[in-house]
């Protein structure tokens, strides 16, 4: 059984940071790519970034240059330093991470949210 914990979010000023944290537990399991998505209240989930278990990073147009997404292997945690924060980036982000169980179809699997709130 894989268990995400999202610590992380709140609220901010336009400009500033928050650090979101994502951690997986459990075990009998390896993690492949690990990620975050975010949504609005009335918009559609969207991918803000992901990375590879090697660390190579993909980030959405929209928060290229303003954060960065990180991981620990060994401590299976994926984290998103968020910056230059902007009201539109005001959403419930999830983090999602590819769980691999030898000899088993890899199955991604999602953290509860967190709020992420971003005043003028």
């Known amino acids: 059984q894989v268990q995400l914990v999202e610590s992380g979010g709140g609220l901010v000023q336009t400009g500033g940071s928050l650090r979101l944290s994502c951690a997986a537990s459990?075990?009998?399991?390896?993690?492949?790519?690990m990620g975050w998505y975010r949504q609005a209240p009335g918009k559609q989930r969207e991918l803000v970034g992901s990375i590879t278990r090697g660390g190579r990073t993909n980030y959405a147009d929209f928060v290229k240059g303003r954060f960065t997404i990180s991981r620990d292997n060994a401590k299976s945690t994926v984290s998103l330093q968020m910056n230059s924060l902007k009201p539109e980036d005001t959403a419930v982000y999830y983090c999602?991470?590819?769980?691999?169980?030898?000899?088993?179809?890899?199955?991604?699997?999602w953290g509860q949210g967190t709020q992420v709130t971003v005043s003028s």
């Open positions: 459990g075990s009998g399991f390896s993690i492949g790519f």
């Open positions: 999602n991470v590819q769980v691999i169980v030898k000899y088993y179809t890899p199955q991604e699997y």
